[in-house]
């Protein structure tokens, strides 16, 4: 007995042509689905409001802290102040490293920056952040865009010397230069001076004995070409254990919110 059906002619070229059609659109459909994804890596948990304020001061010296005005993240719109600034320095947390060109959900630097770098550096920071909040952008777009306004001008290297100061007790970031995306909790105390169009052999220096130039954008642009370097100045280790020290109850908020802010033994 034969149990199959036979269609006529035309329903047979119209059975063809559908599955061709429904074959054909996946294909059309995978770009979309990989942008979608990207966009929804884009996306970045809000941090517990009062953490984020007290995680972002810990980037200055005590005596800086009262005076200087603090931005949290909202990720759906970017930065915004909760304390006004009476001293000239900012601090915030920095969830987007631009220079990577990826989003990741666990990057976070609290980071400061003097009247000079709160000019010329900090509203990088602010497109990035509004930018990734969009949800318009992927992070290879949000870099190359980034690239194209350092180039016309729009964004400018720091006019004069300056400081900004990281001396928060852990950080979680990126070790390294753009070329290798590996990222790590690390215990670095230190202090960075703007070094535009620097690198590392013109101040003599020595990333494992002393100071040292930092400039990613020097990956992206070619050596000495970089507009935002730092001349970077690691804590001493007796300071150094004096902040971890002085953060204790700063460390065990962090690592009770997220595990992956313990420090590992030798601060990484």
Not at 24 to 31: A, E, K
Not at 137 to 160: E, H, L, M, N
Not at 167 to 182: F, Q, T
């Amino acid at each position: 007995m034969n149990n199959s059906i036979s269609l006529p002619k035309k329903s047979q070229k119209f059975f063809f042509l559908l599955v061709a059609l429904l074959i054909t659109s996946q294909f059309l459909l995978l770009p979309i689905k990989s942008f979608c994804q990207k966009m929804a890596n884009a996306k970045l948990e809000k941090m517990p409001a009062d953490l984020e304020r007290d995680y972002a001061l810990s980037a200055l010296p005590p005596h800086l802290r009262k005076g200087a005005a603090v931005y949290l993240l909202d990720p759906a719109k970017g930065y915004y102040a909760v304390q006004k600034g009476t001293n000239g320095f900012i601090c915030f947390i920095t969830r987007t490293e631009w220079e990577w060109g990826e989003f990741r959900e666990d990057l976070t630097m609290p980071i400061s920056f003097d009247p000079v770098g709160t000019k010329a550096i900090f509203p990088v920071y602010q497109d990035v952040a509004a930018m990734r909040a969009s949800g318009k952008f992927t992070a290879k777009q949000v870099k190359d865009i980034v690239i194209d306004r350092i180039r016309k001008g729009i964004y400018k290297a720091p006019s004069s010397p300056g400081i900004s100061y990281m001396l928060a007790p852990v950080m979680r970031g990126y070790p390294g230069d753009p070329n290798d995306n590996k990222i790590m909790t690390m215990s670095m105390p230190h202090y960075m001076f703007y070094a535009p169009y620097m690198n590392t052999t013109d101040i003599g220096g020595d990333k494992d004995q002393g100071p040292f130039v930092g400039n990613p954008d020097n990956t992206v642009f070619g050596d000495k070409k970089g507009p935002y370097g730092y001349i970077i100045m690691p804590a001493g280790e007796v300071e150094a254990a004096k902040i971890v020290k002085a953060g204790s109850d700063l460390l065990k908020r962090l690592v009770a919110y997220k595990s992956y802010y313990k420090i590992k033994a030798g601060g990484m």
